[in-house]
Nanobody, 112 residues
């Protein structure tokens, strides 16, 4: 049974940092891509970043390039999203995704 459990969200001031974690189980993480999405109030869910099977196979939305970094630890079956220089526009629920499976999300609030 595939499970994705996000953690690490919280309240942070603009310019601050957070690291999100996605603990994966029920599938071989090392064989698949895993992505991070987010959904802000009143907006559609959007792709933020994705880590492919290969270490250098990564994708970032233009809005987060240079500020967010995705990393995977296949041994720990965890995918991380390091978020730096956070902006109020980054406020959203962040979700981990693998194929048709989604985690429950973790809330990120960026406010002064």
């Amino acid at each position: 049974q595939v499970q994705l459990v996000e953690s690490g969200g919280g309240l942070v001031q603009p310019g601050g940092s957070l690291r999100l974690s996605c603990a994966a189980s029920g599938f071989g993480l090392d064989r698949y891509a895993v992505g991070w999405f987010r959904q802000a109030p009143g907006k559609d869910r959007e792709g933020v970043s994705c880590a492919g099977k290969d270490k250098d196979d990564t994708y970032y939305a233009d809005s987060v390039k240079g500020r967010f970094t995705i990393a995977r630890d296949d041994a720990q079956k965890t995918v991380y999203l390091q978020m730096n220089s956070l902006e109020p526009e980054d406020t959203a629920i962040y979700y981990c995704n693998h194929e048709q499976f989604w985690g429950q999300g973790t809330q990120v609030n960026v406010t002064a």
